[in-house]
């Protein structure tokens, strides 16, 4: 037995939430691994197959453009660093700060 309203206008946040399980936020920015542009999935460099996530590289560049790390404190747009070595992805905690920030 369901009593759905007709016509009841669905939440922005509910639909933020079914967008980004279509298309992952980090797809906003170009992909620094198999250079998709922007907007554009990533593909499999040998059989130009899209992959239905983007690549982890992707996903930490656009981490490092949205948000602080809540772990080493770097400013948005700044590589993360362990006791000052820069690393080349992001810190773990920085990804769930980046999706706060996109949702
Ligand atoms: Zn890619
Ligand atoms: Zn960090």
Redesign the pocket.
Known sequence: MTARKPGAPMPAKLRALIHSSVAHPARSIPCPHCHASAGQPCTLRTTSRHLPKPHPQRVSAWAQQTAV?P??Q?APGTP?HDERRPRTT??PR?YQEAEATAA
């Open positions: 790390c772990e080493c770097t993360c992001v810190h920085r």
